[in-house]
């Protein structure tokens, strides 16, 4: 089927719609014996002409889920695989092999980071938020007298005096679980213990040692004690990584990259 | 998880020819599930899924007690493998419908799955949307409707943040489209689910989602479009969903896969175009589609170039859809001139004839989208004439298919109305021969007639 190749420019050019030629319609057209009437047409749930589209679906779902109901292993691409490297934020040592993890580390962890009290935060948004409430003399004034809390929804307008009523707030109408956190006090960490991200996801979840409760929302980064490392071996890394760097074969921008399957076919 | 080879390659136990015909085995069960109307994914996945990667592992029932074990060491345990691990067994327990009851029963349980569905740990996100999907697969409603509120905050999370959208958190909004889309294919969905799902923020998360662009994930993709297809084609309230813009992130959706097919040649793009197409094909029947003020109206002539560009690639990699695509066409041009002009003035009247040859069903509705066009008129079928049209006509009247000669008559009709000359060159070109093989066939002859008295005496 060959396309005329003027077709692709006018995709790539400006919206528009064609003037229309005139219409002039002929009272015998489509009159018997023959009933040609140009018609919309709508098709049902169940009508027979989604059978190809609906089974191609179910074949694509079929393959799958075949790889899904198996038993799970630390998902590995041997393209992804690298040679074991440290993370190189200041005071971070997780090692990776693979640069998936990687990014994930990073974007947990590193991505957001609060530049008073090193905290991280999942989003740019809850982060200028965090910025606000904690380390803005003014918004401890203004808080007296008026509601100040923002509810953490993009797109939610709601404000309230107390943090503890937008937690509330958030349980309530967002569905948050109820041990989310945004805004409990860091408490001061023990000896050094081996890997940032464990320390922090073993507070996050509302270990025993301290006392506080598990969040979805709020990740720390403190500082720890990196592990000893042969002097030699030091690199110097830029710690300024561009937002839209992706790592190996990363998260998927569009249609670039889109997936790779092993269809059975 | 849906996105890439989570589990790693399997290996082929079997030589090509052998997994063909496994492939020609199972769209056979699965076309004959569907006439039953028994084509369900859940069940069939079920088994299948059972079959191949169960592995003699026998689901246990889980009670309440041991339930909130797993909860518990899913979200405090101290080692991650410990943690995973909960979830995992979890998961198992989970394919037991009586276990599914138990977990929706027992309070807190969804909140929980829905905070490590939103870890920051990667694996028990994965883990976590696991245990989801297979709540979602559940024969019974209860449970499916019970994960709907949770549906909408994580929808609320993820969209939060989109930008910074991460591997973790595509599967997990795969797993939730999937989840929604067994929700909506229930047959209870048209009078129970959806209408709630109209009522919520749900339409407008999932429009979002199908928003061109950078952002756009393939795999997130097709599963809202599949959830927004079985919306739509129930037939709720799909004024609400074109006031709500759907029509033209639809629309530009269209024109994003139109140039993504052409860069690239990675399969996959067709299980979102299957869909989208559908989508748009009924939307535009919907009166609301013809608002007043035209800001509803879908008339950017890049549309049409899209389609084409699709139908070509579709031609290549899935024929079975072509009806589909060219469904949309129909749509398009039956009530529109402007349309119908795109298709004369873009050169497009001549790929259209190449499908003629494709299949009965494509050449009926190539030949209705050519009586969309002739019908409007002369300056129309001057456009259509003379060019390959003829003698493609005479080449369809040569099938066998009643319905496709039908068609062809009724073109046949509006161009000698329409366009002086066409029966002249009809005759000339053994038209009449060609008309007479169907003298005798009950549904043609009396059209046939009709066109013999207009060819020989104008």
């Known amino acids: ?265 | 998880m849906w996105s890439r080879q989570r589990g790693g390659l399997k290996p082929l136990r079997c030589g090509v020819e052998q997994l063909r015909c496994r492939r020609r085995e199972r769209e056979a069960a699965l076309r004959k599930a569907r006439r039953e109307q028994q084509l369900v994914s859940k069940r069939l996945l079920r088994d299948e899924a059972l079959e191949e990667a169960e592995e003699g592992c026998v689901a246990m029932i889980f009670g309440e007690a041991e339930i909130q074990q797993f909860l518990r060491l899913a979200q405090r345990g101290t080692e991650e493998k410990e943690r995973e691990g909960a979830l995992v067994s979890l998961r198992r327990g989970l394919q037991r419908p009586e276990t599914q009851q138990t977990f929706i029963r027992l309070e807190g349980s969804i909140r929980t799955l829905v905070g490590l569905l939103t870890s920051n740990q990667a694996l028990l996100q994965l883990e976590a949307a696991r245990c989801l999907h297979e709540l979602s697969h559940s024969e019974q409603s209860a449970v499916v409707e019970a994960c709907l509120p949770a549906t909408s905050y994580l929808l609320t999370y993820l969209s939060g943040h989109s930008s910074d959208f991460i591997s973790p958190h595509l599967t997990v909004l795969e797993a939730l489209g999937y989840a929604l889309s067994q929700l909506l294919q229930a047959k209870e969905a048209p009078e129970k689910i959806i209408p709630s799902v109209l009522g919520s923020t749900l339409p407008q998360h999932m429009l979002q989602l199908l928003q061109p662009g950078p952002k756009l994930n393939l795999g997130v993709a097709v599963e809202f479009a599949w959830c927004l297809h079985y919306i739509i084609c129930s037939q709720v309230n799909n004024a609400l969903l074109i006031t709500q813009g759907a029509l033209s992130t639809l629309g530009l959706l269209l024109l994003d896969l139109a140039g993504a097919v052409q860069r690239t040649e990675d399969a996959g793009l067709e299980l979102l175009a299957c869909p989208v197409l559908r989508c748009l094909s009924n939307l535009l029947t919907e009166a609301a589609a013809e608002a007043v003020g035209g800001q509803l109206q879908l008339r950017d002539e890049r549309v049409v170039a899209a389609l084409f560009i699709l139908l070509q690639f579709l031609l290549q990699k899935q024929p079975s859809l072509l009806p589909e695509g060219l469904w949309l066409l129909n749509n398009l041009t039956a009530n529109s001139p402007s349309f119908c002009t795109s298709l004369l003035s873009l050169d497009l009247i001549e790929p259209l004839l190449h499908l003629l040859s494709v299949s009965n069903v494509v050449s009926v509705l190539v030949l209705t989208v050519l009586c969309n066009v002739a019908e409007k008129g002369p300056a129309y079928c001057q456009r259509l004439w003379p060019g390959p049209l003829l003698s493609s006509l005479l080449d369809t009247l040569a099938f066998s298919d009643t319905e496709v000669v039908g068609q062809s008559l009724e073109l046949l009709q509006l161009l000698f109305l329409y366009q002086p000359g066409a029966a002249q060159a009809f005759l000339q070109q053994s038209g009449l021969q060609a008309l007479q093989r169907h003298e005798e066939v009950a549904q043609l002859q009396d059209r046939v007639h009709a066109l013999q008295q207009t060819a020989l005496h104008g």
């Open chain 1, 1 to 265: 089927m060959q396309l005329p190749p003027a077709l692709h420019a006018r995709l790539a050019g400006a919206p528009g719609s064609a003037e229309p030629l005139p219409v002039e319609r002929d009272p015998a057209a489509g009159t018997t014996p023959f009933s040609f009437a140009p018609r919309l047409v709508r098709f049902p749930r169940e009508h027979d002409f989604f059978e190809d589209g609906d089974v191609q679906r179910h074949l694509y779902l079929q393959d799958v889920l075949t790889q899904v109901g198996g038993a799970p292993e630390r998902p590995r691409r041997p393209s992804a695989r690298v040679p074991e490297f440290t993370c190189q934020v200041a005071g971070c040592c997780q090692v990776f092999d693979a640069l998936e993890d990687y990014e994930h580390h990073y974007h947990a962890l590193h991505r957001n980071v609060c530049s008073f009290c090193k905290r991280a935060f999942p989003s740019g948004h809850l982060l200028d938020t965090h910025i606000l409430e904690w380390h803005d003399s003014l918004f401890q004034i203004l808080a007296e007298r008026q509601d100040m809390y923002q509810c953490l929804v993009e797109g939610c307008t709601e404000k309230f005096r107390t943090s503890r009523d937008r937690k509330e707030h958030l349980v309530m109408r967002h569905l948050y679980p109820a041990d989310f956190r945004f805004d409990k006090p860091r408490r001061s960490r023990g000896p050094a213990v081996p890997g940032a991200a464990e320390q922090v996801l073993a507070e996050a979840l509302g270990d025993d040692r301290v006392p506080s409760e598990g969040d979805a929302m709020e990740v720390c980064s403190e500082h720890v004690e990196p592990s000893p490392e042969p002097a030699g071996e030091r690199r110097a890394y830029s710690h300024r990584i561009p937002s839209t760097i992706c790592f190996g074969q990363g998260a998927s921008r569009g249609f670039k990259s889109a997936k790779k399957r092993n269809k059975h076919q």
